[in-house]
């Protein structure tokens, strides 16, 4: 039995605690790379919702991971204060002079008590660059994850902010 026990947990080990994927749009940036001395302004997406539940927070805690991503690279990064339509962002991002706006979307936000229930949490985030003057659309991600149903107790975000930070250093 104690073999038994052995290799079950062996093999929860092996196959990781979650699955992450990053999925680009455009088949090449459409960006080259950015400059530090660049600046961006980061919108705050509307919360994550499964259902019927709205996971309060969410949108704001995705802004802070794509502000704080960028900022280790950039001298100037700014978060809007509240969840703002791009046409709005991008009006106070041109009044304020900064070159980028980065557009975020919860596409699906999944927390579910997952070692009580053995049902993975889920994520999938969009992320959008514009160029600020034009409003052209300079790159697009789509990053999903999903939790390892037998191991994790965590939430959503948490498999997010590592591939966000790899996708953002991608673009330096």
């Given amino acids: 039995m104690k073999k038994l ?32 001395e660049s600046s961006i302004y980061v919108l705050i997406p509307e919360n994550g919702s499964h259902g019927e539940v709205i996971y ?21 990064v700014e978060m809007s204060d509240n969840a703002e339509t791009l046409e709005i962002g991008l009006n106070k991002a041109r009044a304020k002079g900064y070159q980028y706006i980065i557009s975020p979307q919860i596409l699906h936000w999944e927390n579910r008590a997952t070692v009580v229930s053995s049902m993975p ?12 003057s034009s409003a052209d659309l300079l790159d697009s991600v789509i990053i999903k994850g999903k939790s390892n149903a037998a191991l994790s107790d965590g939430v959503p975000e948490d498999l997010l902010r590592n591939p966000i930070n790899r996708y953002i250093d991608s673009l330096f």
């Fill in 121 to 132: 949490d889920r994520v999938e985030v969009k992320v959008n660059i514009y160029e600020t």
């Fill in 56 to 76: 309060q927070n969410s949108g704001r805690t995705i802004a802070l991971f794509i502000s704080a991503a960028f900022s280790r690279h950039m001298y100037q």
């Fill in 5 to 36: 026990i052995y290799v079950f947990v062996i093999a929860l080990l092996a196959t990781g605690c979650a699955s992450v994927q990053q999925i680009r749009l455009a088949k090449e940036p459409l960006i080259d790379k950015l400059k530090t």
